[in-house]
């Protein structure tokens, strides 16, 4: 079952957004979404202050995730928490593969 982590990151003076942008410019971002079993790997910017960032992290299954925890590229990405002084905040959730359930449809415009 599919298996989506959003991770909010937190800290100082734009610390979230910069780290952020040094993943993508190492190229972290791209070799993680290049990973056997990645869906999604995405960072979104909050609308309002410059304190926290969302990434939506999406694999097929924990087999995969473990991998990628257990991958050279983690200890990169934990480096550069540490370097932004990052806090993070963590929801997990998991798939039911049944989809949105049909009583749900008539609130989403396609």
Request: no cysteine.
């Amino acid at each position: 079952m599919p298996i989506t982590v959003n991770i909010y990151y937190k800290g100082e003076n734009g610390s979230p957004k910069k780290f952020a942008q040094e993943m993508l410019d190492k190229g972290l971002v791209d070799l993680i979404r290049s990973k056997e079993g990645n869906l999604r790997y995405e960072y979104f910017l909050p609308l309002e202050g410059e304190d926290s960032i969302l990434l939506i992290d999406q694999w097929k299954n924990q087999e995969d995730l473990d991998l990628h925890h257990a991958s050279p590229v983690m200890n990169q990405i934990i480096a550069l928490r540490d370097k932004y002084g990052l806090q993070m905040e963590v929801e997990r959730y998991v798939d039911d593969e049944n989809g949105i359930p049909e009583k749900d449809e008539k609130f989403i415009r396609k």
